[in-house]
């Protein structure tokens, strides 16, 4: 092939590869002469491209526009299950399957019971067979399966291929192949709240900057710098969780005192007084004294972990993870609270809810494989 062959067989990549953008992130289907408008490109180019990406199954029709007095415009749009992405999230109590389309729309969700991760040596296998249970399960077609993303609450070390460092795991300087040794398909690793943060930015309709603040078991966080995770000299930005937000607080998994996790993790909760979520923010709304005054101190420690992440970075804070879900009410005196910590606001409209309360890192390990399949298409 010559230069000038290969410069025009990119070119029309490119213009392929933006028709098909512009669609994936478009809430509506369009029609070719909205392609063509929005796009600075011609009739002829846009039908040519559009024709291959529907005989390729990744372009479908989508029902007509209203007739303007002549033939009515197809309105078109990407053809979400053309492919699929599987995220797994690794926790302290076992495993968690997430099967998502090219919309980041969940297509399948499995949860294993009673598997305590540190107490199994053979972890790899142990993945892999609950992988291919779950895709026979819900019979997805593993032609259609771009990769798979498995989500870690822990520190990696991608040099040396390992889990450096994950409390809730009680993992240490342990090989990455004790997990993805047996696995037979593309996989991709990540923190499980840097993939959450993932997730949260990416589909923010103004994409900037932000701090992802992950509550859960353990609290961790991932910051975002136009749409890049900002990972640090070590690979251990937004380690939110273990700041210390009281000198010589409570113990905290990482054998340190004080630390934010220590104070504001759904396992303060629920492990500490023996019941669900659910049930103690039952309790709350009956004025349970006992709840409230826990509650109160979470609170005031979150108010000032979420201050330490402003002062530092001066961005949006979202607040994501399981505990999420319950917050909104409390949200306004969250914001209270911070802003009576802050030196230069004298409110904290920059704390905001995530989007994905539940199953966000899943999504954000398994949106690797789909944006990765978009921008190469």
Known sequence: MTKLAETITERRRQTRNSI???MFFSDTPHSKQEIASDLSLSMPTVH???TELIEAGLVRRDGTQQSTGGRRAMRLTIAENAHFAIGISVTETGLRFLAANLRMQEIAY????????NEIDDLGRLLADELEKF???????RNKLLGVGIAIPAVINV??????LAPTLHLKDISLDKITKYLPYSYYISNDATSGGYAEWFTQTAQSCMAYLFLEIGVGGAVLLNGAPYEGQNRRSGEFGHMCVEPN??????GKRGCLEAYCSTARISDNLGITLEDFFEGLELQNPVYGALWQDVLQHLAIGINNIRMALDCDVVLGGYLTQFIEPYLPEIRRLAAALNTFENKADYIRLCRYPMRASMLGVALHFI???????
Not at 249 to 254: E, I, Q, S, V, Y
């Open 20 to 22: 098909y953008q512009y």
């Open 48 to 50: 040519q491209n559009l």
């Open 110 to 117: 499995k949860r294993t019971q009673g598997l305590p991760i």
């Open 135 to 141: 895709l026979d399960e819900f019979g997805l077609n």
């Open 159 to 164: 040099e040396r291929n390992e889990i450096a």
């Open 249 to 254: 607080g409570l113990p905290c998994k990482c």
């Open 371 to 377: 944006r990765e399949f978009m921008e190469n298409i």
